[in-house]
Structures are given as C-alpha cells and as structure tokens.
C-alpha cells in the first residue's frame, strides 16, 4: 500500500475529528489549572496582561479546541463552575454573597 501526504492528512484529520468531541475532566482540570496560573503570573514584561484570578470559558474552550456549550457537561465533573459573568472558578471557592442588613 502506497502512503501519499494527502492520504496522511486525511487519517490524521480523521482522528483529530473524533477525538475533538472526547474531553476528560482531567484535561478541562488541568488545562484551567495552568491558565489560572498564567493570569496570576501576567504582569511580567512581554506577555498579555489578565485579569489576576480570572479564566473565562471563552479563553478555557478555545485552548481545549471546544465550544463553551460542549465544556459545560464537562465542567461539573472537573469540579469547576461557571458563574453569572461566564468566569470558571473552583466549587466552593466563589465568594460568599454580602450579608443582608435588617430593615427598620
């Protein structure tokens, strides 16, 4: 059997395909992980500058080469939640909402 480029191409597109849709949640983990780290360690001279703390699911999707709407069955396996302003964070570890004051 005689192997061309294009025919390598095909297979090795074939196999990107099919593997697109399997995300592990150790790789959404991992891959927020490193991101969050990223955006702590931002203000060095060269690199884009992050909000400290801040994972957007756009920034984690695109480096997973997904959608957010493909992450988020994902995302609760992972342990990580997203919230109202479409930031990934830890379960547990979003900031208590401000207490309510009572009213004379």
Same mark, same amino acid.
């Given at each position: 059997?005689?192997?061309? #480029?294009? *025919?390598?191409?095909?297979?090795?597109? $074939?196999?990107?395909?099919?593997? /697109?849709? /399997? #995300? *592990?949640?150790?790789?959404?983990?991992?891959? %927020?992980?490193?991101? %969050?780290?990223?955006?702590?360690? $931002?203000?060095?001279?060269?690199?884009?500058?992050?909000?400290?703390?801040?994972? *957007? #699911?756009? *920034?984690?999707?695109?480096?997973?080469?997904?959608?957010?709407?493909?992450?988020?069955?994902?995302?609760?396996?992972?342990?990580? #939640?997203?919230?109202?302003?479409?930031?990934?964070?830890?379960?547990?570890?979003?900031? %208590?909402?401000?207490?309510?004051?009572?009213?004379?």
């Amino acid at each position: 059997m005689k192997t061309t #480029i294009g *025919s390598v191409k095909k297979m090795v597109a $074939s196999v990107m395909g099919e593997a /697109r849709g /399997r #995300i *592990s949640p150790q790789e959404v983990l991992t891959t %927020y992980e490193d991101l %969050y780290l990223n955006s702590r360690r $931002s203000n060095r001279a060269g690199e884009p500058k992050m909000e400290p703390g801040v994972v *957007s #699911i756009e *920034s984690l999707a695109s480096f997973l080469g997904a959608t957010p709407q493909e992450l988020a069955p994902v995302l609760a396996k992972a342990g990580l #939640i997203v919230d109202k302003n479409g930031n990934v964070s830890e379960r547990g570890m979003t900031p %208590y909402p401000p207490t309510l004051k009572a009213v004379r």
